[in-house]
């Protein structure tokens, strides 16, 4: 026996699915924004990595843009 979902339901579930892929690029084009400032303004920003808080400084930043733009 195969189990489908209902039209409507399949359909809300792709138009979710389009969302948060929406979403998440955009999540992404803002955090580059971020750094940008940060590095304009020459202050430091905070993210998460592996679950920790961490503070990258302005020239960390560059630095990362660099290697990034080579």
Known sequence: MILTLPDN???AEQQESS???GAFV???RAALEAREVAIQTN???IVLQDGVLTRITADELK????LICS
């Open 9 to 11: 339901q399949y359909k």
């Open 19 to 21: 969302l948060q892929k």
């Open 26 to 28: 955009a999540l992404q």
């Open 43 to 45: 202050t430091a920003i």
């Open 63 to 66: 630095k990362q843009k660099k």
